[in-house]
């Protein structure tokens, strides 16, 4: 049983930083794509960035580009957000996911992974 434990989340100023975490247990991730979602109050879950098993390969929503980076440490068995010149509409839950296939895909869908943590608030609010 997998599962996915996030961290990192809290309250911050807009124009602030945050590094969000998440943990894997029950099982090694390392050859699996990984992905962290958001979802508002009142709105859909969103894509926010997924990273392929060694992370040489990174995607992310045009609206966090050049500000958020993902990134992984296998032999942690941990995925992280790294998440800069953060903005009020940043305000979310972050879940991280992950797919249980090999394949070289990257979904940019909720429906592309199989498992998810709990997820993680961040507030970016004066």
């Known amino acids: 049983q997998v599962q996915l434990v996030e961290s990192g989340g809290g309250l911050v100023q807009p124009g602030g930083s945050l590094r969000l975490s998440c943990a894997a247990s029950?099982?090694?991730?390392?050859?699996?794509?990984m992905g962290w979602f958001r979802q508002a109050q009142g709105k859909e879950r969103e894509f926010v960035a997924t990273?392929?098993?060694?992370?040489?390969?990174?995607y992310y929503a045009d609206s966090v580009k050049d500000r958020f980076t993902v990134s992984r440490d296998n032999a942690k068995n941990t995925l992280y957000l790294q998440m800069n010149i953060l903005h009020p509409d940043a305000t979310a839950v972050y879940y991280c996911?992950?797919?249980?296939?090999?394949?070289?895909?990257?979904?940019?869908?909720?429906?592309?992974?199989?498992?998810w943590g709990q997820g993680t608030q961040v507030t970016v609010s004066s």
């Open positions: 996911a992950a797919r249980n296939s090999r394949s070289l895909y990257l979904p940019r869908d909720t429906q592309g992974y199989d498992y």
């Open positions: 029950g099982r090694t991730l390392s050859s699996y794509p």
């Open positions: 990273i392929n098993w060694s992370g040489g390969r990174t």
